[in-house]
């Protein structure tokens, strides 16, 4: 059973540009976070994704976007990318099934993106 | 306090118990959990505890939660050199559904 996947697993990319990350949640999961983790801090919540729509959005900008698709996997965009969005990116899946959080929370080994 | 509080450092010696501690901010936090990473790794869920509880063992594991205090501690016995790593601990609010983390643990294990 594979858990959460994540692509690419590093990637570098010039300001001003667009990056789009994926994930796959772990199987049974229908839920999809993703966090961004500066370098030396804990990871920040972007946003979340449950049956296709954005449910929860953290302090981010309208750079960040996101989707989630009938299979339950997502994708992060960042529109003009700045220094410092680069970070690792981290992608989160649950089984929430419209309820209150389950517990599991499990986490890919994240996109770690280099803004130049 | 607006933040979740743990101290960052900790060093122990190998086969001595490790006791990480973390601070969280709502009382009315669901569930509260304990993540362990590693150097250049993602984040492995280690375990969490849901906010009716007092205690959870899981093998080398125990969680303390102190609801009245909002603390909340990992202990680890018999610490191995492969447990160095950094431990966050996060919440989810009562309100919302996203984890809210520390700034993690950096544990150190020598032999």
Known sequence: D????????????TRGQQVTLRCSPK???DTVSWYQQALGQ?????????????RQRGNFPDRFSGHQFPNYSSELNVNALLLGDSALYLCASSFEGGL??????FFGEGSRLTVL | GEDVE???????????SSVINCTYTDSSSTY???YKQEPGAG???LTYIFSNM????DQRLTVLLNKKDKHLSLRIADTQTGDSAIYFCAEIPGEGTALIFGKGTTLSVSS
């Open chain 1, 2 to 13: 594979a858990g959460v996947t994540q692509s690419p697993t590093h990637l570098i990319k």
């Open chain 1, 27 to 29: 199987s049974g999961h």
């Open chain 1, 42 to 54: 804990g990871p920040q919540f972007i946003f979340q994704y449950y049956e296709e729509e954005e």
């Open chain 1, 100 to 105: 209150s959080p389950s517990g599991e929370l």
């Open chain 2, 6 to 16: 743990q101290s960052l450092f900790l060093s122990v010696r190998e086969g001595d």
């Open chain 2, 32 to 34: 509260l959990y304990w």
């Open chain 2, 43 to 45: 984040l492995q869920l």
């Open chain 2, 54 to 57: 007092d205690m959870k063992q």
